[in-house]
């Protein structure tokens, strides 16, 4: 009943700065918790950053201090700024979504982010 639908990714050079961006659409109900999480080739997903309906924040220790995630209700976009990138963030990130009205989980298709020289 939700789609998400991740943008932003593509490649930048170490110490570099990318803002990931994530629409949700066709959900009558209030998404009540978005996140993003990350998966490198050959390694389990990994949760990022995490985001609930009033704001408040959780951050992996790798991403504390150079990610920031925030929302747009009205948009019911999500979105992750990253700073000072390294070569080990490279991994396709993507988009959750938790309606406690469904009590559904939904995830987007991924957006692949690559840190490279």
């Known amino acids: 009943q939700v789609l998400l639908v991740e943008s932003g990714g593509g490649l930048v050079q170490p110490g570099g700065s990318l803002t990931l961006s994530c629409a949700a659409s066709g959900s009558p109900f209030s998404i009540n918790t978005m996140a993003w999480y990350r998966q490198a080739p050959g390694k389990q997903r990994e949760m990022v950053a995490l985001?609930?309906?009033?704001?408040?924040?959780i951050y992996a220790d790798s991403a504390k201090g150079r990610f920031t995630i925030s929302r747009d209700n009205a948009k019911n976009t999500v979105y992750l700024q990253m700073s000072s990138l390294k070569p080990e963030d490279t991994a396709v990130y993507y988009c959750?979504?938790?309606?406690?009205?469904?009590?559904?989980?939904?995830w987007g298709q991924g957006t692949r982010v690559t840190v490279s020289s």
């Open positions: 959750h979504a938790y309606v406690v009205a469904h009590n559904g989980d939904y």
């Open positions: 985001i609930t309906s009033d704001s408040s924040t």
